[in-house]
């Protein structure tokens, strides 16, 4: 069975850091596309990062220079670290897996919540 | 990224149909759709334009014409009242991008 078990979301002031996890079982992340998707309370979804199987990696303007994306191929675990930031990153977290460009994202977490604010 | 256009809200009687439209994304692009009820992940239900994952009722499907993308929900059941999303991949730039729809509300009178 397929499941993504995202952690690693909460409270935390501007400025700040946080590091979220994505748990994979019943696939190898390391074989797949995975990507960080959010939702701002009441609004849409926003794609926010890549990893392709390669390594590559790719960000959404809003977040470039701030947000990276990594794996962790012996804990089968996908991370986003998050640095500098604002009420504007205040938003449910998604990990997701797709099979390549122009694919959709087939399996989703549950998401995790990260709340930005003094 | 840029956002593909959805009106924010359907309405549509028990037994009848419903369909969201998607404008914006590049002609030609394949569109996702995914459906989202409250406090859950998104759940794809439409990919490629018109395909349905297993385990997606029949009563979903999708269709694709120049820039105007539509799911059609048949025969809808209270069940059905959620968000739904679209989605497109842009290949205008030399990276990879990817843009959602604002979201459609679908709700069961």
């Not at chain 1, 959010?38 to 979804?45: E, T």
Request: glycine share 12%.
């Amino acid at each position: 069975e397929v499941q993504l078990v995202e952690s690693g979301g909460g409270l935390v002031q501007p400025g700040g850091s946080l590091r979220l996890s994505c748990e994979v079982s019943g696939f190898t992340v390391s074989d797949n596309y995975m990507t960080w998707v959010r939702q701002a309370p009441g609004k849409g979804l926003e794609w926010v990062s890549f990893i392709f199987s390669r390594g590559s990696t790719y960000y959404a303007g809003s977040v470039k220079g701030r947000f990276t994306i990594s794996r962790d191929n012996s804990k089968n675990t996908l991370y986003l670290q998050m640095n500098n930031l604002s009420a504007e990153d205040t938003a449910v977290y998604y990990c997701a897996r797709f099979w390549g460009s122009y694919r959709p994202f087939d399996y989703w977490g549950q998401g995790t919540p990260v709340t930005v604010s003094s | 990224s840029y956002v593909l256009s959805q009106p924010p809200s359907v309405s549509v009687a028990p037994g009848q149909t419903a369909r969201i439209t998607c404008g914006g994304h590049t002609v030609g692009s394949n569109v996702h759709w995914y459906q989202q009820k409250p406090g859950q992940a998104p759940v794809l239900v439409v990919y490629d334009d018109s395909e349905r994952p297993s385990g997606i009722p029949e009563r979903f499907s999708g269709s694709n014409s120049g820039s105007t993308a539509t799911l059609t929900i048949s025969r809808v059941e209270a069940g059905d009242e959620a968000d739904y999303h679209c989605q497109a991949w842009d290949s205008t730039n030399d990276r990879p991008d990817v843009a959602f729809g604002g979201g459609t509300k679908l709700t069961v009178l």
